[in-house]
């Protein structure tokens, strides 16, 4: 059971037409800005309490926001959980600590990924096979919204089992 009222509010503040080149470089006439609900401090929160009873309780050693959009997702979803959150980079910096994730030692811990939009899955799949060469483990994770374009079973395929809150199909449902 889909909370409404939640996919209502997302699609207002986020949802826009046009025409938009995402990540996978597929060309896009909808399009939805996660700053916009990620900005905005009620709905954000309202969003991490929806995914907390997705977040296993027992076993995961961090939440692995990735860069950009799944970072301020991590933050308040470990406020609501009471688990660390780490911040994964795109890549690895070339200064300073030269990390790929900040916020602890990933070698060895048990990862749950925290992302905003699943469209290919590209993004999450670059970020998980650098966090598994560095040694982490990482089998579930959560996304505000699956476009519904393959990435959920493209992870799927790579052993990580990602639940989205919304569908895209439901966010327009509720948003119409």
């Known amino acids: 059971m889909t909370d409404q009222k939640l996919a209502r509010d997302i699609y207002q503040a986020a949802h826009l037409t046009g025409e938009f080149t995402l990540r996978s470089g597929v060309t896009a006439t909808e399009y939805f800005d996660k700053y916009l609900f990620e900005s905005d401090p009620r709905l954000l ?42 911040f994964i980079r795109k890549e690895a910096k070339s200064y300073g600590t030269c990390r790929l994730a900040e916020g602890g030692d990933i070698d060895g811990k048990r990862l749950f990924i925290v992302e905003d939009v699943i469209t290919s899955g590209g993004a999450v799949l670059d970020a998980l096979h650098e966090l598994r060469n560095r040694g982490a483990r990482i089998d579930s ?18 052993g990580v089992d990602i639940r989205a809150l919304f569908t895209m199909s439901q966010l327009k449902e509720a948003g119409e």
Request: one cysteine or more; glycine letters at 14%.
């Open 141 to 158: 994770g959560v996304c505000v919204i699956d476009r519904e374009a393959g990435g959920l079973k493209n992870l799927s395929d790579n």
């Open 45 to 86: 929160k309202r969003i991490a309490d929806a995914l907390a009873p997705q977040v296993p309780t027992d076993g995961v050693d961090a939440l692995a926001g990735l860069e950009t959009g799944g970072i301020p997702l991590a933050v308040v979803l470990a406020q609501v959980t009471g688990i660390p959150a780490y």
